[in-house]
T-cell receptor, first 113, second 113 residues
Framework: KAGVTQTPRYLIKTRGQQVTLSCSPI?????VSWYQQTPGQGLQFLFE???????NKGNFPGRFSGRQFSNSRSEMNVSTLELGDSALYLCASSWGTENQPQHFGDGTRLSIL | AQSVTQLDSQVPVFEEAPVELRCNYS??????LFWYVQYPNQGLQLLLKYLSGSTLVESINGFEAEFNKSQTSFHLRKPSVHISDTAEYFCAVSQTGANNLFFGTGTRLTVIP
């Protein structure tokens, strides 16, 4: 069974640009969550999508947005990039019922110049 | 609100020695507890979880953790570590009815030959 797939693995952007990251969950999983990992702030929850609807949201500015498609694949978009957005962005999928373990992809490392 | 404290940022230990990685949490509601491991340039892998039932949970590779409600702790232990256990370990909690995880700041375990 294929795991969670995130593309691209590495990305370099400049300030002010926007970026879209992609996540394909494990087959059958309907919940996709996104996390940001930085050395200073650690792992922080961005948002969760379930059945194409945002079900939960962390404390990030509106520049961070996401969506989920009917096949459960998800995309995350960050607009007007700032230097502080440099991070490893991790996607996790689960069945979606309460407190089922989340399975993580290897992440997309975003560097802002 | 939930929070997770991992007091030890780095733990060096000799090969075949025992190790304990500490995790304390605070929450006003019932929580579920998880330990994840992260190897360099990879995502997070679920090590073990406590959802309910027996307070002692075990993983397939020799780690165990005990949920202690009175001390709000979920410490991770292994009686004999291997070189391959060198990684970063994250303790995480989620509250009942929600899927998002709150992570501790991580403990870097280094096994010394």
């Amino acid at each position: 069974k294929a795991g969670v797939t995130q593309t691209p693995r590495y990305l370099i952007k400049t300030r002010g640009q926007q970026v879209t990251l992609s996540c394909s969950p494990i087959s059958g999983h309907r919940s996709v969550s996104w996390y940001q990992q930085t050395p200073g702030q650690g792992l922080q929850f961005l948002f969760e999508y379930f059945s194409e609807t945002q079900r939960n949201k962390g404390n990030f500015p509106g520049r961070f947005s996401g969506r989920q498609f009917s096949n459960s694949r998800s995309e995350m978009n960050v607009s007007t990039l700032e230097l502080g957005d440099s991070a490893l962005y991790l996607c996790a999928s689960s069945w979606g019922t309460e407190n089922q373990p989340q399975h993580f992809g290897d992440g997309t490392r975003l560097s802002i110049l | 609100a939930q929070s997770v404290t991992q007091l030890d940022s780095q733990v060096p230990v000799f090969e075949e020695a025992p190790v304990e990685l500490r995790c304390n949490y605070s929450s006003s509601v019932s929580v579920y507890l998880f330990w994840y491991v992260q190897y360099p340039n990879q995502g997070l892998q679920l090590l073990l979880k406590y959802l309910s039932g027996s307070t002692l949970v075990e993983s397939i590779n020799g780690f165990e953790a005990e949920f202690n409600k009175s001390q709000t702790s979920f410490h991770l232990r292994k009686p004999s570590v291997h070189i391959s256990d060198t990684a970063e370990y994250f303790c995480a909690v989620s509250q009942t009815g929600a899927n998002n995880l709150f992570f501790g700041t991580g403990t870097r375990l280094t096994v010394i030959p």
